[in-house]
T-cell receptor, first 114, second 116 residues
Framework: GNSVTQMEGPVTLSEEAFLTINCTYT??????LFWYVQYPGEGLQLLLK?????DKGSNKGFEATYRKETTSFHLEKGSVQVSDSAVYFC?????????????FGKGTLLTVNP | GAVVSQHPSRVICKSGTSVKIECRSL??????MFWYRQFPKQSLMLMAT?????????EQGVEKDKFLINHASLTLSTLTVTSAHPEDSSFYIC????????????FGPGTRLTVT
C-alpha cells in the first residue's frame, strides 16, 4: 500500500534560518505529491504540489522537488519567518482510482523563534 | 475560490447525545467529500469517503453506525456522531474534491468536538 514517511519533529529554528523537512514515500504507479500546512486550530491548506518526476513545486518561498529515483519530496525554505510556525504534512495521491484519496505523513511541527 | 466551510467550529456535548457536523463547498460542486479525524499531535486519519447520492465508503475500523455520513447535495455533506462518548472527542476535518482537472482536495477549517 501507499505510505508517507516524514521527519519527526518538533523542529525549532531561529528566524531567517534554513529549513528542510524530509519526506519519502512508497507508492504504486505515479503519485502526485503535496505539502500541506496546518496553523494552530485550523484545517489544512495546500502549500505546494508536484505531479510528476522532476517537477518542482513552490509557494511563499517554500519549494520541494519530486525525486522519483529517491522517492523523496523534501520541503525547503531558505529563510524562515515566525509566521511559518505550523505543522507541515507531506502527502501523496494515487494516480487514479480509489477516489483520488490522499495518504498523509504524520506531520512535522515547526516553531520559529524571533 | 474553492472554499470549504464547516459548522460548527467547536461543539461540546454530553455523553450519549448525538452531534451533527456540516461540511459545505461554498463556490464549487463536489461530487466527493472526505471526512478525517485528527488526534492531538497526530496525522489525519481518513474515516470515510462520501459520494453525492450514494452511501459513504468507510475505512477499515470506522464504525459506520456510529459515524453517519450523508451527502445529500453537491455542496453539502454531514457527519453525525451518534451516542457520543468521551473517546470520540477529536478534531474532525472535511475536504471536498474539485472534480474538474486537478481533482484537488480543499479542506475545511475543522470542528473541535468535546464530549463530556
Amino acid at each position: 500500500g501507499n505510505s508517507v514517511t516524514q521527519m519527526e519533529g518538533p523542529v525549532t529554528l531561529s528566524e531567517e534560518a534554513f529549513l528542510t523537512i524530509n519526506c519519502t514515500y512508497t507508492a504504486t504507479g505515479y503519485p502526485s505529491l503535496f505539502w500541506y500546512v496546518q496553523y494552530p486550530g485550523e484545517g489544512l491548506q495546500l502549500l505546494l504540489k508536484a505531479t510528476k518526476a522532476d517537477d518542482k513545486g513552490s509557494n511563499k518561498g517554500f519549494e520541494a522537488t519530486y525525486r522519483k529515483e529517491t522517492t523523496s519530496f523534501h520541503l525547503e525554505k531558505g529563510s524562515v519567518q515566525v509566521s511559518d510556525s505550523a505543522v507541515y504534512f507531506c502527502a501523496l495521491r494515487d494516480s487514479g482510482g480509489s477516489n483520488y484519496k490522499l495518504t498523509f505523513g504524520k506531520g512535522t511541527l515547526l516553531t520559529v523563534n524571533p | 475560490g474553492a472554499v470549504v466551510s464547516q459548522h460548527p467550529s467547536r461543539v461540546i456535548c454530553k455523553s450519549g447525545t448525538s452531534v451533527k457536523i456540516e461540511c459545505r463547498s461554498l463556490d464549487f460542486q463536489a461530487t466527493t467529500m472526505f471526512w478525517y479525524r485528527q488526534f492531538p499531535k497526530q496525522s489525519l486519519m481518513l474515516m470515510a469517503t462520501s459520494n453525492e447520492g450514494s452511501k459513504a465508503t468507510y475505512e477499515q475500523g470506522v464504525e459506520k453506525d456510529k459515524f453517519l455520513i450523508n451527502h445529500a447535495s453537491l455542496t453539502l455533506s454531514t457527519l453525525t456522531v451518534t451516542s457520543a462518548h468521551p473517546e470520540d472527542s477529536s478534531f474532525y476535518i472535511c475536504s471536498a474534491r474539485w472534480d474538474r482537472g486537478t481533482y484537488e482536495q480543499y479542506f475545511g477549517p475543522g470542528t473541535r468536538l468535546t464530549v463530556t
